[in-house]
Structure formats: C-alpha cells, structure tokens
C-alpha cells in the first residue's frame, strides 16, 4: 500500500494548488508497495503538463537499469545516475535554484560565505544542534556552499520547532532540530515558489529528548 503524504492536509493542498503555492509530496511504504511506479507516473504526468523535472538516481543502483529509475513492475523512466552530491549539484539545471537554510542563532557558516574566508564568529544555542557551532579551518564545505547555494534563508527558534511539530503532525516522524530547519525556511518562504517544484532535503531523526518532549507538546 502507498501512502502519500504533504505538509497540509489534503483540501489545504488542493488550496494551495488552485492559488499557484507550492508544496511538498513524499511517497513512502514497504518493500515491494509501488513507490517507484508512483514516483513515475507522477514524473509522467508532470512531463504531460510540460512541467520541468529533472530526476537523479545514486549510480550504485543498477539492479533494472544504469540510466533509468526502474519499478519492479517494468516501468521505466529516464535518469542521471550520480555517485556524489557534488556530482548532482554540477548536473542540476541553470534554472534550479538551491538554497541554504540556517537557524538565526547559529549562521556561522553563512556569515564565513559572506566574508569569503573561515571566521571565529560568535553563535547562540539552538535546536539545531547539528549545524551549531563554528567552521572548522580548511573545512571544505565552505567552497562548497559559496559555489552552489543561490540563496540563504534564516529561521528562528519557534520557526524551527514549528517545523518539527508540522512533521510530527503531518507524518507521524520525530525529527531533529537540524531536519527541521529546511522545512521552517519553506515554510516562510513558500509564496516565492508559487507554481514551482520543490525539493526539501530533510536529514536527522535524533532529536534530543528535550526537543523531543517540545515536540510533542504541540
């Protein structure tokens, strides 16, 4: 069975759709349940619409195919097989546009973008533990960032711990403070993605208890 969720509930999304806002679609379920296929009927039916997509695939699965997603069922769509996230960020198309989330308490990383060089900028506690903190010298992530992220978007702490609990709501998963903080900066800005797609990158389930309890008070 596939279940298909978003971060509204389905008459809101229908909303938002009639009004050209974006919004976020995952697609989750058991081995074997259709997720691939239902990945590919969407792409076929974004492609009827003649909506751009562009879909990438990581090279290590070749089970049906090398250059395309596959579904067990035989269905096929065309892709671009990558080995890294640097690959992918070189293979994304000029029109795509990535943006950096940060939580305001702790932008060390942008504010090192924005000076150009690694800086002992000061920070503040947040729930975003994960990215807090300084940069470390010779990291490379600095170059990295300052060489694909076309936008930067900073969220408060109550943004953040909105976002986790609009997750926990909507798809019944905890996850922690740097997870959320993606999901608070669409939020805030999802009026400028009307009629655009979207792709969030949600990564970290361990919450701290205290975050976790903060969660759950919602």
């Not at 109550?158 to 976002?163: F, G, K, R, S, T």
């Not at 400028?192 to 701290?208: R, S």
Request: net charge negative; aromatic share 6%; charged share 25%.
């Amino acid at each position: 069975m596939i279940d298909e969720f978003a971060f509204d509930n389905t008459e809101e999304r229908r909303k938002n759709r009639q009004n050209g806002v974006g919004w976020i679609e995952v697609i989750v379920g058991s081995m074997f349940s259709g997720k691939s296929e239902e990945l590919i009927r969407r792409l076929n039916r974004a492609r009827i619409a003649r909506q751009k997509v562009q879909v990438f695939k990581p090279k290590i699965d070749a089970r049906y195919s090398v250059e395309e997603i596959a579904s067990h069922s035989g269905q096929k769509h065309d892709s671009k097989p990558v080995t890294t996230a640097a690959e992918l960020m070189a293979e994304i198309s000029p029109e795509t546009q990535v943006v950096g989330c940060w939580p305001e308490n702790s932008d060390v990383m942008l504010r090192c973008m924005q000076a150009g060089e690694i800086r002992d900028f000061p920070y503040q506690t947040t729930w975003s533990t994960s990215t807090a903190g300084g940069v470390e010298p010779n990291a490379i992530t600095l170059e990295l960032c300052r060489r694909v992220i076309d936008r930067s978007v900073l969220v408060t702490e109550n943004e953040i711990l909105a976002a986790a609990r609009q997750i926990w709501r909507d798809e019944n998963q905890l996850v922690e403070g740097a997870a959320a903080v993606a999901v608070a900066a669409f939020t805030k800005t999802s009026a400028d993605y009307a009629g655009k797609t979207v792709a969030i990158v949600i990564c970290g389930g361990n919450a701290n208890p205290d975050f976790e309890s903060r969660i759950r008070q919602d």
